[in-house]
Nanobody
Framework: IQLVESGGGLVQAGDSLRLSCATS????????MAWYRQAPGKQREMVAF????????NYADSVKGRFAISIDNANDTMYLQMNSLKPEDTAVYYC?????????????WGQGTQVTVSS
């Protein structure tokens, strides 16, 4: 499974961005996906989570009400709509996928896309 993020950039506080994560490979076996982010000097943290059928989502408290995760299985793409961006949202955002195969679980990561929010 390959994950490729896009959509990052430099925006001002209050602006919106939409990140995309294009998946390829054995996508049928993906159980869930998520967006993580990592700011300089900080640990990587989960921002939003979604099951592969889109039936369940979860968000970090810091982004609830501002970010929305979605999945388009017809196009093998996951999205993160980010509204009302704040300078503290500045980070590298990573796409993550989890799949199971038999009794084993596998983690997959994208290369990351930079989001910078200026005040």
């Amino acid at each position: 499974i390959q994950l490729v993020e896009s959509g990052g950039g430099l925006v001002q506080a209050g602006d919106s961005l939409r990140l995309s994560c294009a998946t390829s490979g054995s996508t049928f076996s993906i159980n869930s996906m998520a967006w993580y982010r990592q700011a300089p000097g900080k640990q990587r943290e989960m921002v939003a989570f979604i099951t592969n059928d889109g039936g369940r989502t979860n968000y970090a408290d810091s982004v609830k009400g501002r970010f929305a995760i979605s999945i388009d299985n017809a196009n093998d793409t996951m999205y993160l709509q980010m509204n009302s961006l704040k300078p503290e949202d500045t980070a590298v955002y990573y796409c993550y996928a989890f799949r199971t195969w038999g009794d084993a679980g596998y983690d997959y990561w994208g290369q990351g896309t930079q989001v910078t929010v200026s005040s």
